[in-house]
């Protein structure tokens, strides 16, 4: 077997695993644009990694934007992209928390990040200035689409998740571990594990990582903070008819932000 690390340094098998929900995801986003902010065709994914979204945003006719900090996923995200795709979509290399593109100011009608990629973001600041940021760039009426789990500080037992899908010949089975919650430090140990075994391949890329960690409230004070209100909540099963309410049992949890007006 051989051992690797860094699983964004192999964006088919990232996508095997959590790349099976896309045009249910864009679907998802059209119709929070249309029922919330101004169902308008400018996008903009911040941490796009390999473009799934970019390339089913761009099929539809949208004007997409993307960026990430991985060149490895930006190079996957560029050699999938059809000519008609490319002339619809842009792509940058940057972190979330400096990404600030001028001709952009103001004119982004629907920004989104689906999968708790903004818990990378390690400090208050660092977070602040990311959703600052994309507040800049959006439109008076548009949403920033932002889904991540919260965190229950009382959880007395680590969390796993598994997922098993298939890269042609290859097999793939991802194994993710959440550790217990550290309250004063704002952050959970994180590990993921994507085995890999086909012809002539028997991989274990390991990963490991700290997610920042928020309460509901917590979450709440940072978007007040940014100059964002809550325009609606739902969780990751996507239902626009089935919003979530505050104070909600479930910790998957999909925001709709919006420019505070006042």
Same mark, same amino acid.
């Given at each position: 077997m051989e051992k690797r690390t860094d699983w964004y340094e192999h964006p088919e098998y990232y996508e095997a695993i959590f790349g099976t929900d896309t045009v249910r995801e864009v679907d998802f986003l059209q119709t929070l644009s249309e029922r919330h902010g101004t169902g308008g065709k400018r996008w903009l994914e911040p941490a796009c990694g390999a473009g799934r979204l970019v390339a089913e945003a761009a099929s539809r006719g949208l004007q997409v934007v993307g960026y990430d900090i991985s060149?490895?996923?930006?190079?996957? *995200?560029?050699?999938?992209? &059809?000519? #008609? %795709?490319r002339r619809r979509a842009k792509l940058f290399q940057s972190r979330m928390e400096a990404f600030a593109e001028p001709s952009l100011e103001g004119r982004v009608d629907l920004a989104h990040n689906l999968v708790s990629t903004f818990r990378y973001l390690d400090s208050e600041?660092? #977070?602040? #200035?990311?959703?600052?940021? &994309?507040?800049?760039?959006?439109?008076? %009426?548009?949403i920033y689409v932002l889904g991540f789990h919260? &965190?229950?500080? #009382?959880?007395e037992k680590p969390e796993h998740e598994r997922w098993v899908g298939r890269v042609g010949r290859d097999h793939v089975v991802c194994n993710t571990h959440e550790g217990?919650?550290?309250?004063? %430090?704002?952050?959970?140990?994180? =590990?993921?594990?994507? =085995?890999?075994?086909?012809?002539?391949?028997? +991989?274990?890329?390991?990963?490991? +990582?700290? /997610?920042? &960690?928020?309460?509901?409230? %917590? *979450?709440?004070?940072? /978007?007040?903070?940014?100059?964002? @209100?809550?325009?609606?909540?739902?969780? /990751?099963?996507?239902?626009?008819?089935?919003?979530?309410?505050?104070?909600?049992? @479930?910790l998957d949890r999909v925001f709709v932000l919006q420019p505070d007006a006042g």
């Open positions: 060149e490895a996923m930006l190079a996957h *995200a560029r050699k999938r992209l &059809t000519p #008609a %795709q600041a660092a #977070a602040l #200035a990311h959703l600052e940021g &994309t507040r800049r760039l959006l439109k008076p %009426q548009g919260l &965190t229950d500080y #009382a959880r217990l919650p550290e309250r004063r %430090q704002r952050r959970s140990p994180m =590990r993921n594990r994507l =085995r890999v075994t086909g012809p002539g391949k028997d +991989w274990l890329i390991e990963t490991t +990582w700290y /997610f920042r &960690t928020y309460s509901e409230p %917590q *979450a709440r004070k940072l /978007f007040r903070a940014a100059g964002l @209100r809550i325009a609606a909540a739902y969780d /990751f099963d996507y239902d626009v008819e089935s919003p979530v309410r505050r104070g909600s049992l @479930r």
